[in-house]
């Protein structure tokens, strides 16, 4: 029913609108219509009625906004006694639109500028069109994107979907909580399941699995891609966007599906956030789907709120490792000096990393990975999970509790209530109190495992245990488990083991353990050697990657020995690796500009060229990153005023990968040497960083030491900023670019450079 009747006047006659009852057959509707306007069944051609644009079968238009299989509508036509004799068809079709709405408001697109949104009666001096048939509250301009969308979804285009739900965030208030109340609520549940992180990390995110230094960072530009905080900036706009979805839902009265809770905590994982994976968490709980939760519900909010995947932190291992002084006081008991040296290496480090890391939440220098050191918080969710409920623990979730456990060093409760009851395996204690002769090794039990293990546990045991600076005892475990369970050690296991290797044997983490007097977790300095060849002879037999030489090349460079043969072979090798991605960019390239010419480009082939043209750059900062290291240890005698041989022609095989002018000691003084053939890098300052670390002075005194730091980026043509969009169609200057060819960086208004400066709390 009407809440007033309205009047609408159209060539001077005065028609009464109202409905008629619910459930009047459509044969007597239709009669009453001829009467009112005095037409012949013969003399009156049948109304079409036109859908919108966006009414595919299928897609936005629920069942109650379908037309009616009799073929006229559910209302009725009440004129007065002086009718007039004809009336247009088009003014007939303009009243139906407007009874086919279960209010009177007028549709948007068809409202006139200056008139009010609450007034009934629509005034016009000339004819009135007839508007396009909308569902109630809705509009076309208000739907067009979620139809886009549902389109790319069909498709299975990611990257088409990321577009318009930008579309969608910029929509006001009014049209999106209209687009919530015509769609249906399934359509919802779709986007969230085509928005997962893990589907977009692997459709959009052109940077793989691979981690982001603070040098690759500045070196090539690539603030476009990631923040400030190191993390990348797809997830963080995806996380925001899924909110606003989630906050119109939550509006229109619907509540959220345990699916759709699981792709908003990836989504708070993927983006590192914390308190984003707890506040929906809470959310959750105190709604109905508190008596839903299940197995997989808690092992993604384990992961979110211990950070256990390495794409929720963005795959830097310098930050996930375990550190003595993340241990004083609940593993360990360090006197006071070992303490403030583990302070002041902690705070030397922090200044070369300007924010990556640290917690966005709090206004201080803080690491992010400190809120999952505590012990309670995972014990607490371990005892929930196994004691109080009694759905089913599987290998997911186990291996999910165990990398949260280990990140607080809880070794021992690992080995004792993880991997031996379920797993049968028995761990030695990981803090000898005294040194021992023999090397413990692991012991194993007869009985079958309660779960069989498989990939997943292998890659939580070296998380877990190689963060904790534990590498032998992960190193037995994986052959144990490859040998026992016939299962084929994957690639990216034998990266972590390498990667991790080599962080514990290298400073930071190695001067740490020696502060700690914990000589046993710093690995030799031929352990990755070890691995490699372990890794590439039978019965492995794997081909290493560029990921694996770049681990063995910097770790046969950190030994410093005199002999470069060995370096320099490994070197060439890799090279190779790095001419046969240039080859593949260009490929790349050329199919790239040639759909931009064409008009129309795939999803799939903007990605391969994205992900082509990051991993050639990637691949070159690593191997220039090689050559600086080796140009800061060639060797040489104090004694002769000679300088190394070797330092020539290094630089003559190496030219594209040294930077203009090259550097590089000799026993009288530094030489630098410029070529002008050779582009040389230009370095701006884009803005600064404050930041606030708070310190124990001599005193024993907590301060503040304010650190100010620059933000700089690098213009090369080796950049990874974006191009201009009047660039993309020349391939020539994609394949080599000058500094025109980039979007310009953002420069903040410079501050004076101040000096350390301490004050008391």
Not at 101 to 117: L, M, Y
Not at 692 to 702: A, C, L, S, V, Y
Request: proline content about 9%; overall charge positive; some cysteine.
């Amino acid at each position: 029913m009407l809440s007033a009747p309205s009047v609408a006047e159209n060539r001077g006659c005065c028609v009464l609108l109202q409905r008629a009852p619910k459930g009047t057959p459509s044969s007597i509707l239709t009669l009453r219509l001829r009467r009112c306007f005095h037409h012949q069944k013969a003399s009156r051609p049948p109304i079409s009625y036109s859908p919108p644009p966006y009414a595919s079968p299928g897609i936005c238009r629920p069942a109650r906004y379908l037309p009616s299989p009799y073929g006229a509508p559910s209302f009725r036509y009440a004129t007065t006694h002086s009718s007039p004799s004809s009336i247009s068809y088009d003014a007939v079709a303009h009243v139906q639109s407007l009874l086919a709405r279960p209010d009177t408001k007028i549709p948007r697109s068809v409202e006139p500028p200056d008139h009010s949104h609450t007034s009934n009666t629509p005034i016009s001096d000339g004819p009135t069109p007839a508007p396009t048939l909308t569902p109630h509250g809705t509009s076309t301009r208000s739907v067009d994107p979620f139809r886009a969308a549902l389109l790319a979804m069909r498709e299975g285009d990611t990257r088409r979907v990321l577009t318009q739900l930008h579309v969608i965030e910029k929509m006001s208030r009014e049209d999106l909580q209209d687009a919530v109340a015509a769609i249906p609520r399934t359509t919802f549940t779709e986007f969230f399941r085509a928005l997962d992180p893990l589907r977009v990390a692997r459709d959009c995110d052109p940077a793989g699995g691979s981690h982001i230094p603070v040098g690759m960072y500045q070196m090539l530009n690539m603030a476009s891609s990631i923040d400030e905080y190191g993390v990348r900036k797809l997830y963080t706009q995806l996380m925001q966007r899924l909110l606003i979805l989630m906050n119109a839902l939550q509006v229109a009265g619907y509540t959220l599906h345990l699916e759709e809770y699981i792709s908003l905590i990836r989504c708070a994982g993927a983006s590192s956030d914390i308190s984003g994976a707890g506040a929906l968490w809470n959310d959750l709980s105190a709604g109905p789907l508190l008596a839903w939760r299940n197995s997989e519900l808690y092992t993604e909010y384990i992961k979110a709120r211990f950070l256990t995947e390495p794409l929720y932190t963005n795959y830097q291992k310098t930050t996930r490792m375990v550190t003595p002084r993340n241990l004083h006081r609940s593993r360990l008991a360090l006197g006071a000096p070992a303490i403030q040296r583990l302070d002041r290496l902690r705070a030397k480090v922090r200044s070369k990393r300007l924010r990556f890391g640290l917690n966005k939440d709090i206004p201080h220098v803080e690491e992010l990975m400190r809120v999952l050191r505590g012990h309670h918080p995972a014990l607490r969710l371990f005892k929930t999970v196994i004691a109080y409920h009694s759905f089913r623990i599987d290998e997911s979730l186990l291996c999910a509790l165990m990398i949260a456990l280990g990140r607080a060093g809880s070794l021992r409760f690992i080995g004792t209530q993880v991997l031996q009851k379920y797993f049968g395996i028995r761990t030695p204690h990981p803090f000898p109190l005294e040194p021992q002769s023999k090397s413990q090794s692991l012991a194993f039990s007869s009985e079958p495992p309660r779960i069989r293990p498989s990939v997943r546990l292998m890659r939580a045991i070296v998380e877990t245990y190689a963060s904790n600076a534990e590498i032998g005892v992960a190193v037995q475990l994986v052959e144990h488990l490859s040998n026992t369970y016939n299962i084929t050690i994957p690639q990216d296991v034998w990266q972590e083991l390498l990667e991790w290797t080599y962080l514990m044997s290298t400073p930071p983490a190695s001067t740490a353990w020696e502060e700690a007097k914990l000589y046993v977790k710093i690995p030799s300095p031929r352990a990755v050697e070890m691995i490699w060849n372990a890794m590439t002879s039978p019965p492995y037999n794997q081909t290493p990657t560029f990921k694996n030489y770049d681990i063995l090349i910097r770790s046969l460079i950190g030994r410093g020995s005199d002999d470069l043969t060995p370096v320099l072979s490994r070197m060439r090798e890799a090279i190779l690796l790095y001419d046969e991605q240039c080859r593949e960019y260009e490929v790349a390239v050329f199919e790239y500009t040639l759909y931009v010419r064409s008009g129309k480009t795939p999803s799939a082939i903007i990605y391969r060229f994205e992900h082509a043209r990051h991993k050639k750059q990637r691949m070159w900062y690593n191997i220039s990153t090689w050559c600086r290291m080796l140009l800061k240890r060639l060797p040489f005698s104090k004694a002769s005023p000679v300088p190394n041989p070797l330092a020539p022609h290094f630089i003559e095989e190496f030219r594209p990968f040294l930077k203009n002018p090259v550097k590089y000691l000799t026993p009288t003084g530094c030489v630098s040497l410029v070529d002008p053939a050779m582009e040389t890098f230009k370095l701006i300052t884009t803005g600064s960083i404050e930041q606030t670390i708070p310190m124990r002075n001599t005193r024993g005194r907590w301060t503040r030491k304010q650190l100010h730091q620059k933000r700089v980026a690098v213009l090369s043509t080796h950049s990874l900023a974006k191009f201009k969009a009047s660039f993309l169609k020349d391939p020539l200057t994609l394949l080599a670019p000058h500094q025109d060819a980039f979007v310009a960086p953002v420069i903040q208004e410079r501050r004076a450079d101040n000096p350390y400066q301490e004050q008391a709390r």
